[in-house]
C-alpha cells in the first residue's frame, strides 16, 4: 500500500515537472520565434531599402550632365525630322553602308562616345578626308537646326549606343 502512495506521488511529480518544462520550453521556443521574427524582416526588408536607394541615386547619374529625359524625347523627333540624321544614319542609326556611320554600337570612328563629343561632332560634321567613306558629313547634317536641338538630337543619339 505505501509502495502504491510513492508510486502515485512520483507519478503526479514527473508529470507537474514534464508539463512545468515543456511549458518553459514553450515559452522559450516562443520568445526565439517572436525575437527571430523581426530580426529576419530585417534582414530581407535592408537589401530592398538599399537597392531602392541605390536606383534613386543611379538614375540622375546615368544621364550624362546637362541632359534631361526630356531631351531625349525631343532629339528622337529631330533624328528622323529636321535633323534629317535618319537619311544618313538610317532609321534606327543602323548606319548606311558608306554612308552615315552605325550610332548604336559602341565602336566609334570619329569620337570616344561621351556626349561632349557627339555634340560637337555634329556640330561640325565630318570632313570627306576624315570619313571613312570619303562621304562628307556636314555641319549639323546640313540642316538649320539650332545649337539646342543638336544637344537634344546628341542627347538622343548617346542613348543608342548606351
Ligand atoms: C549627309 C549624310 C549625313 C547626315 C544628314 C548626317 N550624318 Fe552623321 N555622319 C555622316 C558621315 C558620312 C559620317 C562619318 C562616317 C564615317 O567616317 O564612316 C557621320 C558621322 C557621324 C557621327 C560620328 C560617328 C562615329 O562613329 O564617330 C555622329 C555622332 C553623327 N554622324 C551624328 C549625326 C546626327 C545626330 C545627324 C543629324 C543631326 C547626322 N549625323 C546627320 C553622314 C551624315
Not at 127 to 154: F, H, L, N
Amino acid at each position: 500500500m505505501e509502495k502504491n502512495i510513492w508510486r502515485l506521488m512520483l507519478v503526479a511529480l514527473v508529470a507537474v515537472g514534464l508539463s512545468a518544462c515543456s511549458g518553459d520550453a514553450n515559452a522559450n521556443g516562443g520568445d526565439e520565434a517572436a525575437d527571430a521574427a523581426p530580426a529576419q524582416a530585417e534582414v530581407t526588408a535592408a537589401p530592398e531599402a538599399e537597392m531602392e536607394m541605390a536606383e534613386a541615386d543611379a538614375m540622375p547619374q546615368e544621364l550624362p550632365e546637362g541632359v534631361t529625359e526630356a531631351m531625349i524625347e525631343e532629339g528622337k523627333g529631330i533624328y528622323s525630322g529636321a535633323g534629317i540624321c535618319m537619311s544618313c544614319h538610317g532609321p534606327a542609326g543602323e548606319g548606311i553602308p558608306n554612308l552615315g556611320a552605325n550610332l548604336v554600337d559602341d565602336e566609334w570612328i570619329h569620337i570616344d562616345g561621351s556626349y561632349e563629343q557627339i555634340v560637337e561632332n555634329i556640330m561640325s560634321g565630318v570632313t570627306a578626308q576624315e570619313s571613312s567613306s570619303g562621304v562628307p558629313m556636314p555641319a549639323k547634317g546640313g540642316t538649320a537646326i539650332t545649337d539646342d536641338q543638336v544637344k537634344a538630337v546628341a542627347a538622343y543619339v548617346w542613348t543608342l549606343s548606351q
